[in-house]
């Protein structure tokens, strides 16, 4: 059986692969020292309940990166002829499912407590012999809370972009939010402390709304990457325009008539077929062996890309918009 070719990244995008890779296990190492911190803090509010969950959902993405790059990058055999790359987009769905089902069972726990009017009580901890209010020590541990995941989540966004990696662009929209968490979770301690029974459980009900959204964008981005949709622009969810540059980059080549590409994305790379109609049969083999050469110079994230000899393409691959 044949099988396909490993691929091989350039060197430029291999040392950014693995700078992103540091910064996941300093994300780990920093989110772990937060989850801690949290959990001796927690007390009895929703609030802190709700931000040391997601705290913890924070682990998902980043382990589920560093898993998925070190199983794709095996060679494909012959049981996985087409390669371990869609190992991502499977990080991608499990990160996604995690974030939406964490945030919908905080959203449902904040709602009934609401209904049933809970009053949550902050009380008071002694610290070197002396009584402090314990909100204190929960905002401290917020505000801890806060800085590591902003601070990470600016260095990984131009990574995920530059290297097409959604599963880290997850993360990394994830770390940058982390302070919206924070400082909720703050109001609601200092709502409590005024006297507003309510503002726990509605600032965690805004952080788990939060949690939610990103669960259900992410979720429906890694189910259509698995069903191959066309291929989009990281985060954004835009068509991705390489697919039309190959399109006009193979109408240029004095034997093809006309020319048609549909692509799909496997993880952090694209493959598919480019369909054409040659002007004539003379060299065509030879013809089409260059052309995919030349295909595959034009960036880095093609992977695997046959070129189809064909009469029509009115019903083929017409994916481009084109």
Known sequence: MRVREAFKMPADKEEKLRRAQRLEWVTIGFMLSIIAVIGLALGSSQAMKAAWVEDILSLVPPIAFLIAVRFRSKEPNERFPWGYRRAMSIAFLVAALALFAFGSYILVDSILKLIAAEHPTIGTIEIFGRQIWAGWVMIAALAYSIVP??????????????????????????????????????????????????????????????????????????????????????????????????????????????????????????????????????????????????????????????????????????????
């Open 149 to 322: 995941p902003v601070v990470l989540g600016h260095l990984k966004l131009p990574l995920a972009t530059e290297l097409h990696e959604k599963v880290l662009y997850t993360d990394a929209q994830m770390n940058k939010a982390d302070w919206m968490t924070g400082i909720a979770a703050i109001l609601g301690i200092v709502g409590i402390g005024y006297g507003f029974w309510w503002a726990d459980a509605a600032a965690a009900g805004v952080i788990s709304l939060d949690i939610v959204k990103d669960g259900v964008q992410n979720l429906k981005q890694a189910v259509f990457d698995l069903m191959d949709e066309e291929c989009t622009t990281v985060g954004e969810e835009k068509k991705d325009p390489l697919q039309t540059r190959l399109r006009r980059e193979l109408k240029k080549l004095d034997w093809v008539k006309d020319a048609s590409v549909r692509l799909r994305e496997e993880g952090d790379v694209l493959t598919g077929e480019a369909f054409v109609i040659p002007r004539g049969e003379t060299n065509l083999l030879e013809n089409l062996e260059r052309a995919a050469e030349q295909i595959r110079s034009l960036d880095w994230r093609i992977y695997d890309v046959s070129i189809v000899p064909m009469r029509s393409i009115e019903n083929e691959g017409k994916g481009d918009g084109n």
